[in-house]
T-cell receptor, first 113, second 111 residues
Framework: GQQLNQSPQSMFIQEGEDVSMNCTSS?????WLWYKQDPGEGPVLLIA?????ELTSNGRLTAQFGITRKDSFLNISASIPSDVGIYFC?????????????FGKGTKLSVKP | EAQVTQNPRYLITVTGKKLTVTCSQN?????MSWYRQDPGLGLRQIYY???????DKGDVPEGYKVSRKEKRNFPLILESPSPNQTSLYFC??????????FGPGTRLTVL
């Protein structure tokens, strides 16, 4: 089935740095979601995007729904140690089932002390 | 408190012994899903349900069954578990296009 390409797979950053990650698909999506998963827990929704070009912020996090509708971006500004975790993009394919949410493989974020 | 609960949280079993992982949500959501999470593969959808008595296959349904007799419950059934079903399983629920809530996860080991 459809897969999402999420990059980078992992990254180490210095506390205070900005972080960027992205997700691309081979087909058009009508919803993009960004989740964070802490060790031993389920993913928690950070930001939801529903329109091409939409730019939405949640504190230090900002995500954008790409204008081609085939990509999305997540930026974290001024990273802090608690940003450590795995970030997943997810989306619903245009014309696909409302029940089917497709996930990327995740970006593992580690912060250098 | 709005939540999705799963039981058990941890389970070790042997090949071929039928098991059920329960999932319950208290938010009156129509949509419920099951995912498995494996290293390097991310989250993959097993089955989903758009309402009571309506279920459909996700990306990796082989070896699993589900049922949706009540809106709040969506159990995952492994009739004859095999070692390749060792994984971390998540149940999730949502209403329409609203945000999806995940349960805490069930770590299953099949020996």
């Amino acid at each position: 089935g459809q897969q999402l390409n999420q990059s980078p797979q992992s990254m180490f950053i210095q506390e205070g740095e900005d972080v960027s990650m992205n997700c691309t698909s081979s087909s058009i999506f009508n919803t993009w979601l960004w989740y964070k998963q802490d060790p031993g827990e389920g993913p928690v929704l950070l930001i939801a995007l529903y329109k091409a070009g939409e730019l939405t912020s949640n504190g230090r996090l900002t995500a954008q729904f790409g204008i081609t509708r085939k990509d999305s971006f997540l930026n974290i500004s001024a990273s802090i140690p608690s940003d450590v975790g795995i970030y997943f993009c997810a989306g619903r394919e245009y014309g696909g089932s409302q029940g089917n949410l497709i996930f990327g493989k995740g970006t593992k974020l580690s912060v250098k002390p | 408190e709005a939540q999705v609960t799963q039981n058990p949280r941890y389970l070790i079993t042997v090949t071929g012994k039928k098991l059920t992982v329960t999932c319950s949500q208290n938010m009156n959501h129509e949509y419920m899903s099951w995912y498995r999470q494996d290293p390097g593969l991310g989250l993959r959808q097993i089955y989903y349900s758009m309402n009571v008595e309506v279920t459909d296959k996700g990306d990796v349904p082989e070896g699993y069954k589900v049922s949706r007799k009540e809106k709040r419950n969506f159990p995952l059934i492994l009739e004859s578990p095999s070692p390749n079903q060792t994984s971390l399983y998540f149940c999730a629920s949502r209403r329409g296009a609203d945000t999806q809530y995940f349960g805490p996860g069930t770590r299953l080991t099949v020996l």
